[in-house]
């Protein structure tokens, strides 16, 4: 009996150790891959800040850097001074106490969420994937035209703005005359998301487009006649 109760605890033990072994590693895992250049920002992206995060050490945990603009464009910023990891998944950027600023979570690749009380939620993203969305972003917006794809006749026409309409969406707008199909979906708003473009009506039906071999848009899933999305020149 206690060779087995022994034999337990062993395993048990073993267990732990592993376990922590584990924790440890996924904790230097993420602080690895956090070192680099973030951006900051609101979650429509109207406020933003670059963030450098480094590995070095400091009595306020870890090195970052903050761009000149950023106490001007997020001011609690200002009472930052480290960055660090806590717990598993945590990335804190921190007072000079080692107390929270604002502490974040992964909720997708290169992107994660945090949010500050009677604020709300702020974005901390890959700066590289950030400027890229943007700039997608900036390409997106514009005159746009419908057409079904075997007659190639436009239906209807629409302009995509950067007018934010809240949620990390903007505003989308139809020209007169649009195909009776739209006009009933009637989209009021848009977004680019994991590189579909989104229409969302105010019932909240979505269509979403995704880029095909000719510089244009198909609403998926396709089908025998698709309906196209392509630039108005």
């Known amino acids: 009996m206690k060779f087995r109760l022994s034999l337990a605890f062993a395993m048990l033990s073993a267990c732990a150790i592993v376990a ?3 924790h440890a ?9 956090m070192v680099g250049q973030w951006e900051l920002s609101t979650t429509d992206r109207s406020k ?17 850097e903050l761009e000149p603009g950023c106490a001007a464009a997020l001011p609690f910023t200002k009472a930052i001074t480290g960055w660090n990891v806590k717990g598993l998944d ?6 000079a106490t080692g107390e929270a600023v604002v502490d974040f979570t992964q909720v997708e690749a290169g992107i994660l969420e945090g949010t500050r009380s009677g604020e709300g939620v702020y974005i ?32 209807c026409g629409l302009t995509l703005t950067n007018t934010d309409a809240g949620n990390d969406n903007f505003q989308v707008f139809l020209k007169p005359k649009c195909d009776s199909a739209v006009e009933t979906f009637a989209p009021t708003q848009w977004r680019l998301e994991h590189g579909q473009i989104m229409l969302m009506s105010g019932s909240g039906e979505i269509w979403r487009f995704e880029a095909d071999d000719n510089a244009q848009w198909r609403l998926v899933p396709d089908s025998a006649d698709p309906l196209i999305m392509v ?3």
Request: hydrophobic share 40%.
């Open 20 to 22: 922590s072994s584990a």
């Open 25 to 33: 590693q996924d904790a230097a895992d993420l602080k690895k891959d």
């Open 48 to 64: 933003t800040c670059v963030v450098t995060l480094k590995p070095d050490s400091t009595p306020q945990g870890l090195k970052l």
């Open 90 to 95: 945590i990335v804190r950027l921190q007072d």
């Open 124 to 155: 901390l993203q890959n700066l590289a994937a950030a400027r890229s969305l943007a700039k997608s972003m900036d390409q997106m917006i514009g005159d746009w035209s419908m057409v079904r794809g075997n007659s190639g006749n436009a239906i």
């Open 231 to 233: 630039r108005q020149q």
